[in-house]
């Protein structure tokens, strides 16, 4: 991928994947995309402060100290770049930026800054000190970049009047402000782009026990009942994002008032889960479909995108970009040259006891290293 080189082209494809991915996506309990039910109730669940952020330490420390050096000179802070996979708290670390520093928040995406003039009309109306948050800021159309750059830099836009040969640029002072760009593409950004962020923050996927601090805290928000071994499972099932774990919580909350007395034990979360095809280790029924067809009937693999996707009854790019990130995250798949392979942790995932000879994939026969050819 040449990020730099051809941005707007290479863009355009990730976008149409992107929309793909949503529409595939969509309907699984363990997307890690937001859905409108996520969108209606995030907005309570949001930890508002930095001290109320559970995770994510390096990032939180970091930040603490941006934002405390900025309060004490009294001058808007550095422009931030957020990049990260979806449901880990970009938009959630953007507000509390701004309520840390006590100035309000201007919230846009990149895909409504089509033409720069959409650009500058935010831009010319921010006061000062503003943060100005770009969502999927890696979508921003390329005319609109150039004039960001010149705002980020001189906080300085150039309206241009006119058009052809008598067009003239009329420079305009704006405020101050800091930007707040997120991205699950940081690769996309174009280099200029990323440069002019004083302070890039990578988030990386919760582990278990923060998890269970943040259903805890949720269940809390939402009046359930949960007790601590019903967090752990939850926990554990939400593949370290913390909007699934929201998300889970939700499902085991209504099956816990329906089937139950409205307490959230092990027990409850654990036959609600069953009850959604979510397993213990995150797994949904399309993970499983994938990782059993690759097992079973092709001992393992290699095997092509496309014949597992037969074999599962799914478009290939339903199993590439909604079932494979996150088993190849599990350690359960990889990709190789020659195929999708399954790893040793593959068979006792599914039940099944290792073939003998040991798995075709890396640690196994040897076909080389995983990933390296279509990551
Ligand atoms: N560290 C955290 N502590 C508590 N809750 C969190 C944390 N991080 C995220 N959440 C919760 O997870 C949900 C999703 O977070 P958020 O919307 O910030 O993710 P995002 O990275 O912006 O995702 P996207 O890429 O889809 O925009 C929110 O409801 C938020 O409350
Ligand atoms: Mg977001």
Known sequence: MTGSDQPGSDRAGIDQAGSDQARNDKDRVVSPLADADDRLIEGALRPRRLAEFVGQGRVREQLSVV????????????????????????????????????????????????????????????????????????????????????????????????????????????????????????????????????????????????????????AGLLGATLRDDGAEEIAGRSRGTPRIANRLLRRVRDFAEVRADGVITRRVARDALELYEVDENGLDRLDRAVLSALVSRFGGGPVGLSTLAVAVGEEPETVEVVAEPFLVRAGLIARTPRGRVATAAAWPQLGLPLPPGGPPGPGGAGLGGPGTLFD
Do not use: C, W
Request: net charge negative.
């Open 67 to 218: 934002l405390e050096g900025a309060l004490r000179r009294g001058r808007a802070p550095d422009h931030m770049l957020l990049s990260g996979p979806p449901g880990l708290g970009k938009t959630t670390i953007a507000m509390i930026i701004a309520a840390e520093l006590g100035v309000p928040l201007r919230l846009t995406s990149g895909p409504a800054i089509e033409r720069a003039g959409d650009l500058a009309s935010v831009l010319s109306t921010l006061s000062e000190g503003e943060v100005m948050f770009i969502d999927e800021i890696h979508r921003v159309a390329r005319p609109a970049e150039e004039m960001l750059y010149l705002a980020m830099e001189d906080f300085r836009v150039d309206v241009v009047v006119g058009k052809g040969p008598g067009a003239t640029a009329i420079p305009l002072d704006i405020a101050s402000f800091t930007l707040v760009g997120a991205t699950t593409r940081a690769g996309l950004l174009p280099a200029p782009l990323r440069d002019r962020f004083g302070f890039t923050a990578h988030l990386d996927f919760y582990e278990p026990d923060e998890l269970g601090v943040i259903v805890r805290r949720s």
